[in-house]
């Protein structure tokens, strides 16, 4: 097909059947085109997934841009800034007893997961050790 006019044929404007006898040599056979569009369709995303990736970029966007007006309030108003720190602080000392048992929760999990990668990395290390050994003494 003409690439340069899209796959459209130059004289009538409509979408062109069949390229030239040029192109047919320059694209090779008919199955390797349905091959090659097979292998491109396999590989491009679904739909779902394309809208995925825009909601999620529209809503990014729309929290950025309302973080930008909220900030540029805090910044020229002290008083709303003075009460948002005021309104933190209260709800800290609120809830401080449940923010130190999360924190020291959180570094439990975090120390055991450490040691069970440690472990894994251990039992990997001894395996490709033994099968060093093996391949050694066969060898």
């Known amino acids: 097909m003409n690439q340069t006019h899209g796959g459209m044929d130059p004289e009538t404007g409509r979408r062109a ?15 390797t085109d349905t091959e090659e569009k097979r292998s491109l369709l396999r590989h491009m995303p679904s739909a779902e997934t394309l809208a995925k990736g825009v909601a ?49 929760n959180a570094a439990d999990q975090s120390k055991d997961f450490v040691l069970r990668q440690k472990e894994s990395l251990e039992d990997l290390l001894a395996e490709s050790k033994d099968e060093a050994d093996e391949a050694g003494n066969a060898g």
């Open 56 to 104: 999620t970029g529209v809503a990014v966007s729309t929290i950025t841009q309302t973080g930008r007006k909220v900030m540029s309030v805090l910044v020229r108003n002290p008083v709303v800034m003075f009460g948002v720190g005021f309104a933190a602080g209260y709800f800290v000392h609120k809830y401080r007893k449940e923010i130190i048992a999360a924190a020291s």
């Open 17 to 31: 059947e069949h390229g030239t006898a040029a192109e047919a040599g320059l694209a090779g056979s008919a199955v």
